[in-house]
Every structure is written in structure tokens, then in C-alpha cells.
């Protein structure tokens, strides 16, 4: 699969501090902040997010030394990962920041575009349906989901990150709204997708009262999972959360 910097850009060597969120969490109480840039784990230079996250899980829960360029100035720390739960509920040793990534643009042609923008949805998606599924089974919180308050950040850190991060989210959020929109819940897409279904196959149509029923419950249970999202996402915010 293409890397996204096919589209966009390459990075230019190591993965960038976005954001320490949680003042609780090591990395914060070692000295990282925002845009710091990681050079290397351990001794050995890591280029991308993923391979700084790799190197801390294979660390595990062992002090890492973390070197660190913030500005013209090169900095040392000490950081020992906690277990927690990452962005796709999977138990995992956390240094807590959120990793960007610094971008070098370069023009690519029609097709490269295009094959690179295909493979990204298609990626996307199964991450997005993966989601939904560990949500059904239990392995992933509600919790953890993030409203317009949690969106209403990420853009903030987006345009200030930069273009490829404004459009990431931007493909991120329609994604979203297009696999959501497909579920079998009531008032969606999906749902009447499902009930003209069923009506299908009892081949004749339910009565006005009952699909009346279908949408007031498809409409309730979305408003309460909205509040409930959002009362999480203040209450993250608020500073004696932890």
C-alpha cells in the first residue's frame, strides 16, 4: 500500500510532537511539549510515528531515553511508558503525546494521485468498520469517541500543523460520516436501506405507524449517544480530569 506522502509530501526524517494532552501522563511530566521532535528512542533514529510507537512497545515498560530536538537545541530525556489504551482501545505503552508528522511537498502525477487516494480511502474504511466492530464486541469504550468538541480540537491542531493535516482530517471526517451513515440504525442510511429490505422480503409495506416507531427510535438513540459523547469530551477538557 502507498505511503501518503505519495500524495502529499515526504516526511523529512522524524515525527513531530502534535500535542501532550494529558499533564499526567510521562512524556509531559519529563519536559516534552508541542513540536518537539523526536530524533530517536533508545539510541536509534525513528523517522515516523509509527516507528517511534514501535520502538516504545518494544521497549515496553522499561525507562527509554528519548532524544529530543526542540528548535536549534538537541534534548535528552528519561520517559517510562505507562500502560493505557490507545486511540483503537488496544492495551498498549503509552508515553502520552500525539505524534504529527513534519511534510516536504512534491508534485506527483494524475495516476499516482489518484492510486495513492484509492488506497488511502480503502485503508480508511476498514479502519473505521474495525472501530465499529471492537465498539460492538466491547473492546473498544464509547468513551473514547470524540464529538464535535473533540473534532472542534483536532481542527485546531490541524491548521496549525498545516496543510496535509487540514486534509487528512477532512478525509478522516468523511470516512466517517459515509461508513457511519451506511449503519443499520434508524434514520440513517442504513436504516431505511434495511427496513425497505425487510419490506422486501415480507413484499409488502409496513404500516405508517410502525416505521413512524423505526425512525423515533433510530432519532432517540442517536441524541442520547451524541449527549453522552460530548459530556465525555468536556469532561475531558475540564483541568481536574485525569
Known sequence: MSDPAQVFGDPP???????????????????????DIIEAINGKP????????????KNGGAPAQVAVRRGSQLMNFTITPVLGKNERGETAWLLGISVGQEY???????????????????????????????????????KQLQSVVGIANAAGHA???????VVALMAAL???LGV?????????????????????????????????????????FLLVLIVYVMYNDVVRMLPLHS
Open 174 to 176: 468523511s470516512i466517517n
Open 159 to 165: 491548521v496549525q500543523e498545516g496543510t496535509y493535516a
Open 13 to 35: 526524517g522524524h515525527p513531530l510532537v502534535d500535542d501532550v494532552p494529558d499533564k499526567e501522563k510521562p512524556a509531559y511530566r519529563a519536559g516534552i511539549r508541542r513540536n
Open 46 to 57: 525513528v523517522s515516523t510515528g509509527q516507528q517511534m510507537i514501535a520502538a516504545i512497545q
Open 104 to 142: 516536504a511537498f512534491r508534485k506527483v502525477g494524475f495516476v499516482t494521485a489518484a492510486t495513492s487516494s484509492v488506497e488511502m480511502t480503502a485503508r480508511g474504511t476498514v479502519q473505521v468498520i474495525d472501530i465499529v466492530g471492537k465498539l460492538l464486541t466491547g473492546k473498544l469504550a464509547v
Open 180 to 220: 457511519l451513515n451506511l449503519l443499520p440504525i434508524p434514520i440513517l442510511d442504513g436504516g431505511h436501506i434495511l427496513l425497505l429490505s425487510l419490506e422486501g422480503i415480507r413484499r409488502r409495506d409496513f404500516s405508517m405507524a410502525f416505521k413512524e416507531r423505526f425512525i423515533q427510535v433510530g432519532l432517540v
